[in-house]
């Protein structure tokens, strides 16, 4: 399977400790995207990557909140100091931006889903 | 802020019937795109609209991207049960290298 993976699919957490997600994407795309989706709404933006460079943060991204790509490869989320309002779905996504060979759309992984108790 | 606006937000139709959900923005987009999200799946890439007033069709699918790139749709001809699921536009503004807006979807069911 060539797709977007991500790891673990369900993480279930108590309030205050540490989580961290990884984010295995297409291997040619240059692009990856962390999205995080509550029930019953779209996809919210967080962060995106192009290789190991962070471009673009959502200002809505707590400080709790940190990601990594360090080798332009894969990416790790992690998300600090849990609190109940983190419980979602996050979303990975990557694509291939890279001049006249660009490909706009985002392919997406399973998700990891996140509760918080 | 940048917002997505998307109606409707649920639609039942009966099998045959046609479908549509609208997708709207208070400033100009860049570009828009659809993706559609089945029960328990992630989003998957349906089109992407650039120009003023373009139309596109995927068989029984048109995606229409309005004259001032502030709106668009999606219409499904004669929908079968297959077409099940959450359609979601997502709009890129200018400036925005990344960041796609997602609108909240509008949930079509099909009853057969």
């Known amino acids: 399977d060539t797709g977007v993976s991500q790891n673990p699919r369900h993480k279930i957490t108590k309030r205050g400790q540490n989580v961290t997600f990884r984010c295995d994407p297409i291997?040619?795309?240059?692009?990856l995207y962390w999205y995080r989706q509550t029930l019953g709404q779209g996809p919210e933006f967080l962060t995106y990557?192009?290789?190991?460079?962070?471009?673009?943060k959502s200002r809505l991204l707590s400080d709790r909140f940190s990601a990594e790509r360090p080798k332009g490869s894969f990416s790790t989320l992690e998300i600090q100091r849990t609190e109940q309002g983190d419980s979602a779905m996050y979303l990975c996504?990557?694509?291939?931006?890279?001049?006249?060979?660009?490909?706009?759309?985002?392919?997406f992984g399973p998700g990891t889903r996140l509760t918080v108790l | 802020g940048q917002q997505v606006m998307q109606i409707p937000q649920y639609q039942h139709v009966q099998e045959g019937e046609d479908f549509t959900t609208y997708c709207n923005s208070s400033t100009t987009l860049s570009n828009i795109q659809w993706y559609k999200q089945r029960p328990g799946g992630h989003p998957v890439f349906l089109i992407q609209?650039?120009?003023?007033?373009e139309v596109k069709k995927q068989k029984r699918l048109t995606f229409q991207f309005g004259e001032a790139k502030k709106n668009s749709s999606l219409h499904i001809t004669a929908t079968q049960t297959t077409d099940v699921g959450t359609y979601f536009c997502?709009?890129?503004?200018?400036?925005?290298?990344?960041?796609?807006?997602f609108g909240k979807g509008t949930k079509l069911s099909v009853k057969p």
């Open positions: 291997s040619e795309h240059n692009r």
């Open positions: 997502a709009g890129k503004y200018g400036g925005s290298q990344g960041n796609l807006i």
């Open positions: 609209l650039v120009k003023s007033g």
């Open positions: 990557f192009q290789n190991e460079a962070q471009l673009e």
């Open positions: 996504a990557s694509s291939f931006n890279r001049g006249d060979k660009s490909r706009f759309e985002q392919f």
